[in-house]
């Protein structure tokens, strides 16, 4: 089992930055990917970046390639999604999860733990 609690969201202008993480329990959270999707209102929830196990592979949403990057600490158990350049279109609410598998998991059925959420809100 392993829970997932986010944190760092908030209101930021447009082509500001913010920067995420998301705090993992248990020991097991270097056999895991981690990703981080997000959901506006009234749309789907999508896909944004995933981390491999050990930090070296990386993968990302075309709409954000170029504008944010994820990394993960292991000794910390934590992963961060940091966003710069932000536009109106990021506003949504930002999910953690964990997942093993394929490779890239870019699907919601690639993850197996997921957190509540973090609202993002850019403004103009």
């Not at 920067?19 to 009234?42: D, E, K």
């Not at 536009?87 to 509540?116: F, H, I, M, N, S």
């Amino acid at each position: 089992q392993v829970q997932l609690v986010e944190s760092g969201g908030g209101l930021v202008q447009a082509g500001g930055s913010l920067r995420l993480s998301c705090a993992a329990s248990g020991r097991t959270f270097n056999t895991y990917h981690m990703g981080w999707f997000r959901q506006a209102p009234g749309k789907e929830r999508e896909f944004v970046a995933v981390v491999g196990m050990g930090g070296l592979s990386t993968y990302y949403a075309e709409s954000v390639k170029g504008r944010f990057t994820i990394s993960r600490d292991n000794a910390k158990n934590t992963v961060f999604l940091q966003m710069n350049s932000l536009k109106l279109e990021d506003t949504a609410v930002y999910y953690c999860a964990a997942g093993r598998g394929r490779w890239p998991p870019d699907g919601r059925r690639d993850y197996d733990y997921w957190g509540q959420g973090t609202q993002v809100t850019v403004s103009s």
